[in-house]
């Protein structure tokens, strides 16, 4: 597995599954994969299925297999 540390830039998209996939060079379905996997956290905290936007300055972490 590897794991992706990225901080949310204001010239990123705001959704959470296009960062995921413009940030980690992955498909959409890859991302949401991801997260409803629970391998992807916010500022430290899991990241749930409902979670949509994402803000400038939040830290994102995502351990892909």
């Known amino acids: ?7 949310v830039a204001h010239s990123d998209p705001r959704g959470l599954l296009a960062i995921l996939s ?3 060079g992955v498909s959409s379905s890859v991302a949401q994969r991801a997260l409803g996997e629970g391998s992807v956290f916010v500022d ?10 994402v803000l400038p300055g939040q830290k994102v972490q995502v ?3």
């Not at 597995?1 to 901080?7: D, E, H, M």
């Not at 430290?44 to 936007?53: D, F, I, K, N, S």
């Open 22 to 24: 413009l940030r980690l």
């Open 44 to 53: 430290g905290r899991r990241a749930t299925p409902t979670l949509r936007e």
């Open 1 to 7: 597995s590897r794991k992706q540390i990225f901080t």
């Open 63 to 65: 351990v892909l297999p």
